[in-house]
């Protein structure tokens, strides 16, 4: 089974500042997905960055960007110019990827960033 | 991206009913949806796999007679709470893979009097 760890329940950082936040997950698997979340107070869950495990290069995405190391199970998100929308729940996700489509996610149990104007 | 509808979006029920949950997948076909719960503050749970035209999957502790799930087409799986109770009172998403991506619904505030 796969486990997925966020660390840090809140954090909170000026606007315009840089944030990371933190994740790590295990797996003996080598053929998986890695997702960041985001939960804003609607509970719509948005879709903010993807990495498939065997493409060395880290995701970009506009402002979110990720810092994977695969050898130590780590799976970092790095927002640049945090913005006060960003302010929200933001959960790590592991999907494991088995060709049939048939395998759930295992999400971390989320940091609340908050954004202070 | 895909879009996946759930519905409703709210609902209140007395306990002892059963209440049904939509999920639709609305411009691709979806073999295969996710049911989650997400409890307060707290992270979303696989419940279980709803596979089109066959049995549902389980996570370990979760009582398939009291959420039955049937998935009769390829795009739309319905989650049934059964003899509600206040302790099944949660946020329940659905969720639908494309490919590689998970697409999710806007998921159901259930609360059970």
């Known amino acids: 089974a796969q486990t997925v760890t966020q660390s840090q329940p809140e954090m909170s950082v000026q606007e315009a500042e840089t944030v990371t936040l933190s994740c790590t997950y295990d797996?003996?698997?080598?053929?998986?997905?890695l997702f960041w979340y985001k939960q804003p107070p609607s509970r719509q869950m948005i879709l903010v960055i993807r990495q498939e495990a065997y493409k060395q290069q880290n995701a970009t995405e506009n402002r979110f960007s990720v810092n994977f190391q695969k050898a130590a199970k780590s799976f970092s998100l790095k927002i640049s110019d945090s913005q006060l929308g960003d302010t929200a729940m933001y959960f790590c996700a592991f999907m494991l990827y088995s060709g049939g489509g048939a395998d759930g996610l295992t999400f971390g149990k989320g940091t609340h960033l908050i954004i202070q104007p | 991206g895909a879009v996946v509808s759930q519905h409703p979006s709210r609902v209140i029920c007395k306990s002892g009913t059963s209440v049904k949950i939509e999920c639709r997948s609305l411009?691709?076909?979806?073999?295969?949806m996710f049911w989650y719960r997400q409890f307060p503050k707290q992270s979303l749970m696989l419940m279980a796999t709803?596979?089109?035209?066959?049995?549902?999957?389980?996570e370990q502790g979760v009582e398939k007679d009291k959420f039955l799930i049937n998935h009769a087409s390829l795009t739309l799986s319905t989650l049934t709470v059964t003899s509600a109770h206040p302790e099944d009172s949660s946020f329940y998403i659905c969720?639908?893979?494309?490919?590689?991506?998970?697409?999710f619904g806007q998921g159901t505030r259930l609360t059970v009097v």
């Open positions: 797996t003996s698997e080598s053929n998986y997905y």
């Open positions: 709803s596979n089109e035209g066959s049995k549902a999957t389980y």
């Open positions: 411009d691709f076909q979806a073999t295969t």
């Open positions: 969720s639908a893979r494309e490919f590689t991506e998970a697409f």
